[in-house]
RNA sequence: GCCGAGGUAGGGUAGUGGUUAUCCUGAGGGACUGUGGAUCCCUCGACCCGAGUUCAAGUCUCGGCCCCGGCCCCA
């Protein structure tokens, strides 16, 4: 037997019914705000993505070489492509662009909780626009997406991955890039006593960096370290913005994200239960992926929901199936076909397929869940009407051809 | 890649070295040749894979695979 591989899953009926329920919410959001579907390839050059970020990532990502030697590789994510696409063929386009994608995403990595190696993502990019305008709309719009998936409880974070940088950086002039990473690192785990040890370590009075890690008031303490930059500015702008819409993020200036790209503003969802160590549901932000890229310099930001982990946490009530059965014996298979082709004009309708009698029709029909039956049988068929059957109290009216759309329907 | 817990019909399970591997559910058919849900009967269907120990392995040992929780990583 072929067993399906290491972190890929299967999805029965019923699952498929709520992930569609769910991304139909998601498409409609977005493009209420006036976002428009693009679609890039599921392989990619596999420098588009050591580019974006680091050699390191190869270890973490399906690649190959393909017959004419090209080395390839699945899309791990799809910031990188969207905006390969937008410097391939997109950029004399007039600005902003809106863009979201729903596809899924490849990455070689263990498997667990909230976390697969064939895994979906839906996301927006939205390319151009003045900074706080572009990215309030960018965070008002993940959050509006989760009011309108019915997903209540979350945590936002929003961060400035620059005050960060410039934070750390300031604290000494010869900070190698792998000491920044490291203190950025246990910052983002939230690990204080590591941090504390590690600075002191490295000869950093713990104190100077500990507004990055604070709760009450980091807007005010950056202010009083570094005075009004713009970067302050920018997070003040944003958090009145948002707050027009009812959405009051929690301050977190020690998100580093995958950082390498990301140049301004950041931000995290998380979900408040269900997902173990993976409670991350979405994640964003400003990034400068188009120059590193090639194209000119323009501003972008976009975020990316992990759809699995929502569907882990979303509970959704199941849809009604609205099915009818038509049901004939041998003797009037003929006119059973006929009955089913007028019916499915209007309705879903299903003829039997395992040749059985009247009697296990009905009976597969009521284990099926099938509310509405039509009984086209001999006796139906020589006096020329038909019988329909209510499943679920067993009463029966006839009908004739002309009525039985209209019959059906009320039934 | 690391640490830990697991893997018995489609789903849920019993089974501490010894009959033909238990029970529930499910699926297909029938009792019942034009009327479903109840009942009864029949049928189908499993020890993750491979080595080893043993007279004998679902059970013990080792390796692999998969899965679950966590670590690492997270574009």
């Known amino acids: 037997m072929i067993e399906r591989p290491r972190g890929t899953r299967d999805f029965l009926p019923a699952e498929m019914k709520r992930r569609r329920c769910v991304e139909r919410k998601m498409r409609e959001s977005v493009e209420r705000w006036g976002y428009e579907e693009i679609k890039t390839p599921t392989f990619e050059h596999l420098d588009l993505f ?17 017959k004419g030697r090209r080395k390839l590789a699945l899309r791990p994510e799809l910031t990188a492509p969207v ?45 151009g626009g003045r900074r706080d305008l572009a990215n309030f709309e960018m965070i008002a719009l993940s959050v509006d997406i989760l009011r309108n998936i019915g997903l209540g409880k979350f945590d936002l974070h929003v961060g400035d991955v620059s005050l960060l940088k410039k934070a750390v950086s300031s604290q000494r002039d010869d900070l190698d890039e792998e000491k920044e990473r490291k203190i950025f690192r246990l ?8 941090l504390k040890t590690y600075l002191a370590e490295i000869g950093i009075d713990a104190e100077n960096l500990s507004f990055l ?152 029909a009521n284990s099926s869940g099938i509310k509405k039956v039509v009984i086209v049988g001999r006796r139906e068929v020589e006096k020329n009407f038909y019988t329909l059957k209510d499943m679920n109290n067993g009463e029966q009216i006839s009908c004739g051809e002309e009525d039985l759309l209209e019959m059906i329907a009320n039934l």
């Open 50 to 66: 050591t580019l974006k970020s680091g050699e390191d990532i190869v270890d973490e990502i399906y690649s190959f070489e393909d």
């Open 83 to 127: 905006i390969r696409f937008y410097v391939n063929e997109l950029q004399n386009e007039p600005k902003p662009l809106r863009f979201y994608y729903f596809d899924d995403c490849f990455r070689y990595e263990r498997p667990q909780k909230g976390r697969f190696r064939e895994f979906w993502q839906f996301g927006i990019e939205l390319i």
């Open 187 to 194: 910052m983002d785990k939230k690990d204080e006593e590591g």
């Open 213 to 364: 890690m604070s709760t009450l008031d980091p807007i005010e303490e950056a202010k009083r370290i570094f005075g009004d930059i713009d970067e302050i500015k920018q997070l003040s702008t944003l958090l009145d913005l948002l707050s027009a819409y009812e959405i009051y993020p929690k301050i977190d200036l020690s998100i580093a994200r995958g950082l390498d790209y990301y140049t301004g503003i950041v931000f995290e969802i998380y979900a408040e239960e269900g997902l173990g160590a993976q409670r991350q549901i979405c994640g964003g932000g400003e990034y400068d992926l188009i120059k590193l890229f090639g194209g000119r310099e323009e501003r972008s930001r976009g975020f990316a929901f992990g759809f699995d982990r929502i569907m882990e946490v979303l509970e959704i009530e199941k849809e009604e199936e609205n099915m009818i059965m038509v049901i004939s014996t041998d003797d009037c298979r003929r006119e059973g076909i006929k009955v089913a082709r007028k019916l499915r004009k209007k309705f879903k309708v299903e003829l039997d397929v395992m040749g059985r009698s009247l009697k296990s029709q009905l009976s597969y």
